[in-house]
């Protein structure tokens, strides 16, 4: 499976601001639920004004039981649970 051009360039845009040392991570709401949220900023400079841009934020509890992975004997597939040879 191919990842988005977007994505990749908010990947690099989040690299050469970690490089840089502009990175912040922020206590924010979430816009849904309300819940707080650790968000991970790239922080940038706008007539001398700081601007935090949001790239996502950090997982709650175990972040192995948020995501599932790809499946390496399946270009387009993913590992779910329970899926032989898995650890659950």
Do not use: K, W
């Not at 360039?9 to 690299?15: E, G």
């Not at 709401?29 to 400079?45: F, H, N, Q, S």
Request: a negative charge; charged letters at 15%.
């Amino acid at each position: 499976m191919s990842i988005p051009s977007h994505a990749q360039s908010n990947f690099q845009t989040l690299l050469r601001a970690a490089g840089d040392g502009n990175l912040a991570l922020m206590e924010c709401l979430d816009a849904v639920t309300g819940d707080p949220r650790y968000v991970i900023c790239a922080v940038g400079r706008n007539d001398g004004d700081f601007v935090f841009t949001p790239f996502g934020h950090l997982a709650d509890g175990n972040p192995y039981d948020a995501y599932l992975p790809p499946d390496p004997g399946d270009p387009g597939g993913f590992i779910h649970r329970g899926t032989p040879g898995e650890a659950s």
